[in-house]
C-alpha cells in the first residue's frame, strides 16, 4: 500500500482507512467525471491494495460473464488460478468466452459454463441443480463469491414472461432467486457482490416507481431512469439481505460495487452518445473488473458496504438510507417476483 495515500485494510471484519485523503483527491472525486472516468482510476490505484491473499479454496460464480466487465473479471480470476462458473444465457457466447479464457490461462482450473436468462427462474433452478450435484460431490468447492454482474440498459420498455419490467426481473428479481437457489452452495463466510452503478446515485429508492413500470407506459418509458432506480435498489437489497443473513445466523456478507464508466459493449450500445463523449477516457473493462476482483478476497465484512475503487464510499448523495418501510417494501416486491416466500432466509 502506497505510504501516505488514505487505503483500506480489513481488520476485524471492518475497512479501515489508513494514510491520508489529500484535498486534491476529495475537490477530484466530487467532480464524479474525473472519479468516474480513467483518470479516476489511476488516482485511486495509487492508494489501493499493492497485492492480497487470494481466498483458500476460492470459487466465483459470475453472471453475465461473457462480456464487459464481467468477462474481465474471469480473466483476472483465472490469472490467480481461481475456480470460477460462468453464468450466461448463451450457449454460443458463452462457450466462446470459456474458449477464450481456457487459451489464456491454460494452467487455471478450468472454468465452468452454466446455462441460464437471469429473468427465467426455472433456468436459474435448473442451473443450479447441476452446480449444486459437482458442488455436493466435491467435483466443485463450495461458492466462496457470486457475483450478480448481468446487466442491462433498456431503450425501450419490455418484461419477462412472469410480466416484470426487463430491469427489475435482471436487477433484482433473477438475482434474488438465484441468491436463494444457491444458498446451499455457498462457503461459511461466502460473499455475494451486487455490481451496481453510480448512476443510483441520482434515483432515491422508489417501489412504487419500479412497480409502475410492470404496466404499459412505452411513451413515457425512461430506461435510463428504470436502469438508475433498480441500481440503487440493488445496494438497498444487499443492504437489507445482509441483514437477514446476520439475524439468522448466515455467515455469508452481501455487498454492492460500482465498476466506475468503463468501454464495454453494453456501454456502446445503450449509451453510444455517452460512449462517443467519452472516447479515450473511459476505464478498459479490466480497469472496471479489479476492485471487484479486489473484493472477492478480502475477509469476511460485518457490514454491507457500497464499494468504488477498494474503498467504501456512502451510498447517498445527501441524507440517510430511506426509511424501513421503503426497505421492507422492496424486500416484499423482490421475493414475491422471484416466488418466495418473504421469511425464505429464516426460514431456509
Ligand atoms: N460499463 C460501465 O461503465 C458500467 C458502469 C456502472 C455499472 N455497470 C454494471 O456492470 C455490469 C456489467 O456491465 P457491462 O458494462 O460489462 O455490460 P455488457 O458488456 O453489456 O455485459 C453485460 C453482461 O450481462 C449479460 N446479461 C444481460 N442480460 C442478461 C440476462 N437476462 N441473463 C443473463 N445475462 C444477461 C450479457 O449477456 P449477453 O452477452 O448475452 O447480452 C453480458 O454478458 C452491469 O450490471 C452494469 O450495470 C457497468
Known amino acids: 500500500m502506497s505510504g501516505s495515500l488514505a487505503g483500506v485494510r480489513i481488520v476485524n471484519g471492518k475497512p479501515i482507512r489508513s494514510g491520508h485523503r489529500l484535498l486534491t483527491d476529495w475537490l477530484l472525486d466530487a467532480t464524479i467525471y474525473f472519479s468516474f472516468d480513467s483518470s479516476g482510476f489511476?488516482?485511486?490505484?495509487?492508494?489501493?491494495?499493492?497485492?492480497?491473499?487470494?481466498?483458500?479454496?476460492a470459487h466465483v460464480l459470475v453472471t453475465g460473464a461473457n462480456s464487459g466487465v464481467g468477462f474481465a473479471l474471469c480473466e483476472q480470476l483465472m490469472r490467480?488460478?481461481?475456480?470460477?462458473?460462468?453464468?450466461?444465457?448463451?450457449?454460443?457466447r458463452g462457450d466462446a468466452a470459456i474458449e477464450?479464457?481456457?487459451?489464456?490461462?491454460?494452467?487455471?482450473?478450468?472454468?465452468?459454463?452454466l446455462l441460464a436468462d437471469i429473468t427465467d427462474l426455472q433456468a436459474i433452478d435448473d442451473a443450479i441443480d447441476v452446480l449444486r450435484d459437482d458442488v455436493k460431490s466435491d467435483h466443485l468447492p463450495p461458492i466462496s463469491c457470486l457475483i450478480h454482474n448481468a446487466g442491462i440498459l433498456p431503450l425501450t420498455q419490455s418484461f419477462t414472461s412472469t410480466g416484470h419490467e426487463l430491469a427489475v426481473a435482471a436487477h433484482l428479481i433473477g438475482p434474488m432467486r438465484l441468491t436463494h437457489a444457491l444458498f446451499d452452495c455457498m462457503a461459511e463466510g461466502g460473499r455475494i457482490i451486487f455490481m451496481s452503478s453510480g448512476g443510483m446515485y441520482f434515483a432515491p429508492l422508489s417501489v412504487k416507481k419500479m412497480l409502475a413500470y410492470n404496466v404499459e407506459t412505452q411513451d413515457s418509458y425512461d430506461g435510463v431512469l428504470a436502469y438508475a432506480l433498480t441500481k440503487r435498489a440493488q445496494v438497498e437489497l444487499a443492504k437489507c439481505l445482509h441483514e437477514r443473513y446476520r439475524s439468522s445466523g448466515v455467515s455469508v456478507d452481501v455487498q454492492s460495487i460500482h465498476p466506475g464508466w468503463a468501454d464495454t459493449p453494453g456501454v456502446e450500445s445503450s449509451l453510444s452518445a455517452f460512449h462517443q463523449k467519452m472516447s479515450g477516457r473511459l476505464r478498459t473493462s479490466t480497469e472496471g473488473a479489479l476492485p471487484t476482483e479486489w473484493l472477492c478476497h478480502t475477509p469476511p465484512l460485518t457490514e454491507s458496504h457500497f464499494w468504488f475503487d477498494w474503498v467504501p464510499r456512502s451510498p447517498y448523495l445527501l441524507g440517510k438510507r430511506p426509511p424501513q418501510s421503503e426497505i421492507d417494501a422492496l424486500w416484499n416486491m423482490v421475493s414475491e417476483g422471484a416466488k418466495l416466500p418473504h421469511d425464505w432466509v429464516s426460514s431456509s
Open 100 to 113: 477464450r479464457l481456457i487459451k489464456s490461462f491454460p494452467s487455471a482450473p478450468k472454468p465452468r459454463l
Open 42 to 57: 489511476r488516482r485511486h490505484q495509487r492508494s489501493a491494495p499493492q497485492d492480497f491473499k487470494v481466498r483458500d479454496n
Open 80 to 92: 490467480r488460478n481461481v475456480q470460477v462458473t460462468l453464468l450466461c444465457r448463451s450457449l454460443t
